[in-house]
């Protein structure tokens, strides 16, 4: 089992989300997140005042996935998140020892 | 006594109060969300405690006797206003007590407004001292000055001698200029000098953490100033029609030039820029309103936000934390208002007066020059003593921990929002 986390710019959400549920995943969440990467801040100005502000909004999706749905999911994720410009995002996937589904009481891969 | 007169001044007199609010909401956008409670407190405990001194003396000592040479009204004549509640006292067509509580309005404002030069960081209890001896001390006097008109009987000879810039220099300030905005204006830069700067000032970024309750303030200004001014006619005619007009005129006019100075400098037009040009052009026109023609109008709110933009950024050159630009707006637009009448004063306009753009010479510019200049100085002085004295003794600034936490939470307890999650407000009754 894999927890693949994205970072993603707020307006590939809606896309993101589409591609996801086409692609089946069970569940995801999401949060909002701030944060910079290369393209760092941005400027906002106020009253002729030039202010840079480091931490721009971002969006983070979580989904938990069976090995075998990994390259499917993150091949989903960063194909309909690009635009192509400095800002897109990351994906990246991190193993996960254990599940339990708190209805059922199921683990492993059946709790995902 | 007018009946109509008396009903647009019971109306105006509403509006101008709503200014109050309306300037707590301009300024409380403006702080952190850790700081607007008590932005907005200071304003409206203004509301509070100048009702009271001006019920108690602040009349008298505006409106009253005076007591020689234009200086100051009688504090004793009026005490508790209980001597002008008969139908027969009457100010102009209007009852005494409507014209009274009218001005009022204008006492409990313009010490607001100096309010916004030391957001985040005053003391709640000084800021209520310096309020009752600031209006005692610089707004009751510098009122007498500029709106006691000398009261005269049936052949023109002087009964009731009033204010010195209003009768005897004769400069025009039709609804405060001077006595408002120049007087707060300057106020405010006396109290960024004996504050101080915020912790972090020019460090890290201030940003307006409510750009929509600013630009309600701002609505709600606008609509007030039209009681503000226009109920600075005392009557409902021709005069309050004209300054209407120019009122409405200068203000559009100023918040085009604000929002072209930015779009030109920096790219955007920002809300904040449109919020601010409006209150620019009606600072502007405040003084001139019944001394201009609509185009002149125009003009002054142009000029004036135009340099009310490039003023609002001289704080971080010379170092001073006016931290919401009350000199850059109120002292600068009060400025350019007041000495401009002496520019494009004309005499189709109710004041009937030529300045120097119409043919009128110099005199009316020199005139205006000087009671701008005036009402600088002493309330420059006057301030500076009241806040030095305040802090010296009392302290006015809280401590740099309760600054950086927050005023809200360190002087008044609460916090601003409840915003998000279920977990911000778990906790019980504290007994």
């Given amino acids: 089992m894999k927890l693949i986390t994205a970072i993603i710019k707020p307006a590939k959400m809606e896309d993101v989300k589409t591609a996801l549920t086409e692609y089946g995943v069970a569940g995801m969440t999401v949060s909002e997140a701030s944060g910079f990467g290369r393209q760092r801040g941005h400027t906002e100005v106020y009253r002729g005042t030039e202010y840079t502000v480091d931490l721009v909004p971002k969006i983070r999706i979580e989904v938990l996935v069976d090995e075998k749905d990994v390259d499917g999911v993150v091949a989903a994720i960063s194909k309909s998140a690009a635009t192509g410009s400095v800002g897109d995002g990351k994906v990246w996937v991190t193993p996960v020892d254990h599940v339990v589904r708190v209805r059922t009481g199921e683990t492993g891969a059946s709790a995902i | ?431």
């Fill in chain 2, 1 to 431: 006594m007018d009946t109509g007169d008396t009903a647009w001044m019971l109306i105006s007199t509403a509006m101008v109060l709503l200014m109050t609010p309306g300037l707590a909401m301009f300024y409380g956008g403006m702080v952190r969300a850790k700081g607007v409670l008590n932005m907005m407190m200071m304003s409206f405990i203004s509301m509070g405690l100048v009702s009271v001194v001006w019920v108690l003396y602040g009349y008298s000592m505006t409106f009253g006797k005076d007591l020689g040479s234009g200086l100051l009204g009688s504090p004793t004549e009026s005490i508790g206003l209980t001597d002008i509640l008969g139908s027969d006292s009457l100010f102009g067509t209007i009852p005494t007590s409507v014209f009274a509580v009218f001005q009022m309005m204008f006492a409990i404002i313009t010490v607001a407004l100096i309010s916004g030069a030391i957001a985040d960081r005053a003391r709640f209890g000084a800021w209520i001292l310096f309020v009752v001896i600031w209006v005692s001390l610089v707004y009751f006097p510098v009122a007498h000055w500029v709106f006691d008109f000398d009261g005269k009987d049936g052949d023109g000879n002087v009964i009731d001698p009033g204010g010195w810039i209003a009768n005897d220099l004769g400069a025009i300030d039709f609804a405060g200029g001077t006595a408002v905005h120049i007087n707060a204006g300057i106020a405010a830069l006396a109290l960024a000098f004996v504050l101080g700067k915020r912790v972090g000032f020019g460090r890290e970024p201030f940003k307006p953490h409510n750009l929509t309750l600013v630009m309600l303030g701002a609505a709600l200004l606008w609509f007030g100033w039209f009681g503000f001014n226009s109920g600075s006619a005392v009557a409902a005619n021709a005069t309050a029609g004209v300054v209407m007009l120019n009122t409405v005129a200068a203000t559009g006019a100023a918040m085009l030039a604000w929002l072209l100075v930015e779009r030109i400098r920096n790219g955007h037009a920002t809300s904040l820029g449109a919020a601010s040009g409006i209150i620019a052009g009606l600072v502007a026109i405040t003084p001139a309103c019944s001394a201009v023609d609509p185009l002149g109008a125009m003009a002054i709110g142009a000029i004036a936000s135009a340099a009310c933009a490039y003023a609002v950024s001289l704080k971080y050159r010379l170092g001073y934390d006016d931290s919401l630009d009350v000199v850059g707006l109120h002292l600068v637009a009060g400025l350019i208002g007041s000495i401009f009448i002496g520019f494009f004063a004309t005499s189709s306009a109710p004041a009937g007066v030529d300045g120097l753009l119409y043919g009128g010479g110099s005199e009316q510019l020199i005139k205006q020059v000087i009671a701008s200049f005036a009402v600088l100085g002493y309330s420059f002085i006057a301030t500076w003593l009241i806040a030095t004295v305040i802090d010296r003794t009392m302290g006015f600034r809280i401590t740099q921990e309760a600054e950086i936490t927050g005023i809200d939470l360190a002087v008044h307890a609460e916090s601003s929002y409840e915003i998000g999650s279920q977990g911000a407000t778990r906790g019980g009754y504290a007994s």
